[in-house]
């Protein structure tokens, strides 16, 4: 039986390399993408080598209908994983409006609607699985990334109360918490201030993508099959 994954955020680093490990498996797949075409098209081009079906999906989860663009493209789908995401840095206090509704619904209001709308098919799937990329901050919380901090816990408290809902129908919901990431989320630090993370990591390095992306294959296999409603901190030690 063929098995179909959507992977939002598939043209960012940690989706990318999840879109890899998982095409390598066997999956077929579900690539969304919001801006990032050219990116886009490259996955496309690496998937090749693979035997699967790879549909890449364009919506912005930001926008109003942007979740229901995304779902009337899916027919069949076994498992979700959600690695959409995007930082804001800055203080509390400057924090507009329209940032807030765009974090908001980018990394809350959207993986509701689209696990609202994925439902009937997860529940047809023996395998029905769903991966929420979280973040560090939102166990932790981070000054000057407050809403980010915020958005990324209202993930790991969906992740655990969603998971509690559907164990009976064999749903398994679970999240991935990174610390720092070697992707472009990071780009915006100067060479100094990665060095300096870095130093605070006691394994002296940020993770690669595909170290995330090894646990969200692992937590969307059978070795998983017992397991729900778990953060996986995926950080290198870093504020555990």
């Given at each position: 039986m063929k098995k179909f994954a959507l992977i939002t955020g598939a043209s960012g680093g940690i989706g990318s390399q999840?879109?890899?490990?998982?095409?390598?498996?066997?999956?077929?797949?579900?690539?969304?993408?919001h801006s990032?075409?050219?990116?886009?098209?490259?996955?496309?081009?690496?998937?090749?080598?693979?035997?699967?079906?790879?549909?890449?999906?364009?919506?912005?989860?930001t926008a109003e209908g942007g979740p229901e663009e995304l779902l009337s493209h899916i027919f069949q789908v076994d498992a979700v994983v959600f690695a959409s995401g995007k930082p804001l840095y800055g203080l509390f206090q400057d924090i507009a409006d329209r940032e807030m509704d765009d974090m908001w619904n980018l990394h809350v209001k959207s993986p509701v609607r689209i696990m609202q709308g994925m439902l009937p098919k997860l529940l047809n799937s023996p395998v029905g699985s769903a991966v929420i990329v979280s973040s560090i901050w939102g166990e932790t919380g981070a000054a000057c990334e407050v809403l980010y901090s915020t958005v990324k816990g209202a993930q790991i408290a969906l992740v655990k109360s969603l998971s509690k809902e559907l164990a009976r129908n064999g749903i398994r919901v679970n999240a991935i918490a990174p610390g720092a990431v070697n992707t472009d989320m990071m780009s915006g630090f100067s060479t100094e201030e990665l060095a300096m993370i870095a130093e605070e990591i006691p394994m002296g390095r940020m993770a690669e993508p595909f170290e995330v992306a090894n646990t969200i294959e692992f937590l969307l296999s059978p070795k998983a099959s017992y397991i729900t409603g778990q953060v996986i901190s995926v950080n290198g030690g870093w504020y555990t």
């Open positions: 999840t879109a890899n490990i998982l095409a390598e498996q066997g999956w077929n797949l579900y690539l969304h993408y990032n075409e050219h990116a886009m098209k490259d996955l496309l081009r690496h998937l090749d080598q693979f035997q699967g079906e790879f549909i890449p999906v364009k919506a912005d989860l």
